[in-house]
């Protein structure tokens, strides 16, 4: 800095001992003691804007004496120090804040005082920078971040330089724990789910360290069957029928041990299920009709669905069912209202029976599916005791003196049949008005009463009754002539029982009694009219067979009645024009002539059945004009009982209807 001055009165003596007295606090100035230059010291650090001019007291000597302390004064001369900034370092762990000292501390001033000029408020990373005062900042790391991170400050000394340096943070990775999503899956009714890795439950879940990650279950299904692999990836079987909500609970790991749990939702929609088919019985009485109830089709449906229909693709190997008395087909639907209403009803075949009688197979709908299996109807008819059946002429024609003969070759057999009690005994009495019953030869029965007399009891076997009656002789009373009466009685009470009436001579006119529909008084007057032609074929051949005795078959005419509708036309009535109308009257006559060895007239039967047979008949007859004299008696017999009741027959028909037509 300079040598201090100093005047002593000796000039010849040498100053000496120069020394600063005060004022030099700091150390900044050292003063030379031999020659009194001041200097600045090594620490010396002056700086204008803090103290701009420094006193020192300095003394000296001159080897005697001492001087006093007298002031020297040091003026700094003013210059532009720039600042300099130094950077920092800190350490912190992810996802902690940190404070850090005074930054300022290690950065060079320049002209003081310097101040915080400019801060990043945010890192380099993302973190957050903020100015607590005095130098000191605080520092959070962005979320989940590790590894190096910075942020900038600047600074100004009291000139106005600046100075930017950086605050290094070290932010030391740590574990973060998995972050699970619930997730939510969804399959329908009855359907296995399989979930692949790809879509399974680790999907959505997080772990930000980027870790592989494993799952565990916790808490298993509660209506399904669960297979939860460690990849996330499973397979779900909801329980049989069940919808509605299901889920489970699993827990996501990371290497480090760290977890999360989880829920997984499971959404299984309904879906309409097949109803079930179950086999079923139902019981009836032999001879009768059964109606089908609902319950009677075994049906249960998971939904709570009613039945719908059902369907037979089965039919029953005997017996028949009915829809609205129509026979049903194989495979033929019938709805539940049919069912309830009572239309569908089974009908065994006439005096058949049995445990398992026959059985159905049906399948049920709910109204929008059928069941997958066919259920089996078993049908239990109960055998019950018929009583049997008389089967008889309803009237014969024979001529004064001759016997009659019941043999079953000359279409007038007396018939006795039990359908359930063939094998066990019982009784049977004919009696006539007038004349003699007696047999052609003796019959094979338990006992015979009254033979050769009016009235017989038989007493034997169903079978070994009817084959007596085809050996019983009819003989009338010596030149009677008129109606005889043969009445048949049968059943345990003499409940069953038909009456004939034997035509004896050669009458003008027949009346037959054979019902409360026809009786003598109400029988009309009788206009002949063609007759029809196959009542006039068989007249013509037993002409032709016999011309001697022609007159029978005369004698026993009865011509067809004009039937109102045919006399518009003027012309021979069809066959198919006669049935036709027939088959129009409500109540009619009926043959049954499946065999021309049997014939009964019955009221409420069905003409087309006797048409059908009459002409079957005469064509397996084979009967035509070759037939001659050679004809047997027997031939002759059988011809004219066809022809008389046939005749008789058709007469009688056309009255009824006629008698329907005036008396509805």
Same mark, same amino acid.
């Given at each position: 800095?300079?040598? !201090? ?18 004022? @030099? ?55 532009d120090e720039k600042p300099a900034a130094a950077d920092d370092l800190l350490t912190t ?45 605080? $520092?959070? =790391? ?10 900038? $400050? ?33 399959? /329908? ?15 959505? *879940? ?9 799952? &565990? ?13 460690? #990849?996330? +990836? ?20 990371? %290497? ?33 009709? $059964? ?33 609205? *008395? ?9 709805s539940a209202n049919d069912i309830a209403a009572g239309h569908l009803v089974f009908i ?99 006992? !015979?009463?009254?033979? #050769? +007399?009016?009235?017989?009891?038989? &007493? ?31 059943? *345990? ?13 050669? %009458? ?24 029809? =032609? ?17 007159y029978h078959a005369e004698a026993m005419e009865i011509e067809q009645l004009q039937i ?20 129009? @009257? ?46 047997? /008696? ?21 009255? +009824? ?8």
């Amino acid at each position: 800095l300079g040598f !201090i001055e100093a005047e002593d009165a000796d000039t010849n003596t040498a100053l000496q001992q120069w020394r600063i007295t005060s004022g @030099n606090d700091d150390g900044f100035f050292v003063l030379d003691s031999n020659s009194g230059e001041l200097k600045l010291s090594a620490t010396a650090s002056l700086d204008y804007e803090t103290q701009p001019a420094f006193t020192l007291y300095v003394s000296v000597s001159d080897g005697v004496h001492t001087s006093t302390s007298t002031a020297v004064r040091i003026i700094v001369a003013n210059a532009d120090e720039k600042p300099a900034a130094a950077d920092d370092l800190l350490t912190t762990d992810e996802d902690q804040r940190v404070t850090t000292d005074n930054v300022f501390t290690n950065d060079t001033p320049g002209d003081n005082p310097i101040a915080l000029f400019a801060f990043a408020g945010s890192s380099t990373q993302g973190g957050d920078v903020s100015y607590l005062g005095d130098g000191a900042f605080s $520092y959070t =790391p962005k979320p989940d971040f590790n590894g190096m991170d910075s942020f900038t $400050y600047t600074i100004r000394d009291a000139s106005g330089d600046l100075s930017t340096a950086n605050v290094w943070i070290m932010v030391n990775a740590v574990n973060d724990p998995v972050i699970g999503e619930e997730d939510h899956y969804s399959t /329908e009714e009855d359907q296995t789910l399989n979930v692949t890795a790809d879509n399974g439950v680790l999907g959505n *879940d997080f772990d930000i360290d980027q870790d592989k990650l494993s799952v &565990t279950l916790i808490d298993n299904t509660t209506h399904g069957q669960l297979q939860l692999n460690a #990849d996330g +990836s499973f397979r779900y079987t909801p329980n049989r029928n069940f919808n509605g909500s299901d889920g489970f609970i699993y827990q996501v790991a990371d %290497p480090a041990g760290t977890t999360s749990k989880v829920h997984v939702a499971l959404d299984i929609s309904a879906t309409n299920d097949a109803p079930n088919a179950l086999d079923s019985r139902v019981t009836l009485d032999e001879d009768s009709r $059964y109606v089908f109830t609902l319950q009677d089709f075994g049906f249960s449906d998971v939904d709570g669905d009613q039945l719908a229909a059902i369907e037979i693709p089965r039919l029953p190997e005997a017996g028949s069912i009915l829809l609205n *008395d129509q026979p049903i087909s194989s495979g033929e639907v019938v709805s539940a209202n049919d069912i309830a209403a009572g239309h569908l009803v089974f009908i065994p075949d006439q005096n058949t029976f049995g445990e398992i009688y026959a059985t159905a197979g049906f399948r049920v709908f709910d109204g929008s599916t059928g069941s997958q299996e066919t259920a089996s109807l078993a049908i239990s008819v109960r055998g019950v005791d018929d009583p049997p059946v008389i089967v008889t002429p309803q009237t014969l024609v024979t001529l004064m003196n001759n016997d009659v003969s019941f043999d079953t070759g000359l279409a007038r057999q007396l018939s006795l049949q039990d359908i359930d009690e063939k094998t066990q005994l019982q009784s049977v009495t004919l009696r006539v008005s007038s004349g003699t019953l007696t047999f052609s030869s003796t019959p094979d029965l338990n006992s !015979i009463s009254g033979t #050769d +007399s009016a009235e017989i009891k038989l &007493t034997g076997t169903a079978e070994a009754i009817d084959d007596a009656l085809s050996q019983l002789l009819f003989i009338p009373e010596t030149g009677f002539a008129g109606e005889v009466k043969l009445t048949m009685v049968a059943g *345990d009470h003499g409940e069953v029982n038909a009456e004939l009436t034997l035509f004896i001579g050669s %009458p003008a006119g027949i009346n037959v009694e054979t019902s409360e529909h026809v009786s003598p008084a109400a029988a009309p007057d009788i206009e002949r009219e063609t007759v029809h =032609p196959v009542i006039r074929k068989l007249h013509g051949l037993l002409a032709a067979v016999s011309p001697s005795r022609a007159y029978h078959a005369e004698a026993m005419e009865i011509e067809q009645l004009q039937i109102p509708e045919f006399q518009s036309t003027g012309e021979e009535p069809s066959e198919g024009l006669i049935r036709q109308q027939l088959k129009e @009257n409500r109540e009619i006559w009926s043959v049954d002539m499946a065999s021309m060895t049997s014939v009964t007239l019955n009221p409420a039967g069905n003409p087309q059945a006797y048409f059908d047979a009459l002409k079957d008949t005469v064509e397996s007859q084979n009967l035509n004009q070759t037939n001659n004299a050679a004809t047997s /008696e027997l031939d002759y017999w059988k011809l004219l009982g066809i022809a008389g009741v046939a005749s008789l027959t058709l007469g009688l028909l056309a009255w +009824s209807y006629r008698h329907q037509k005036n008396n509805p």
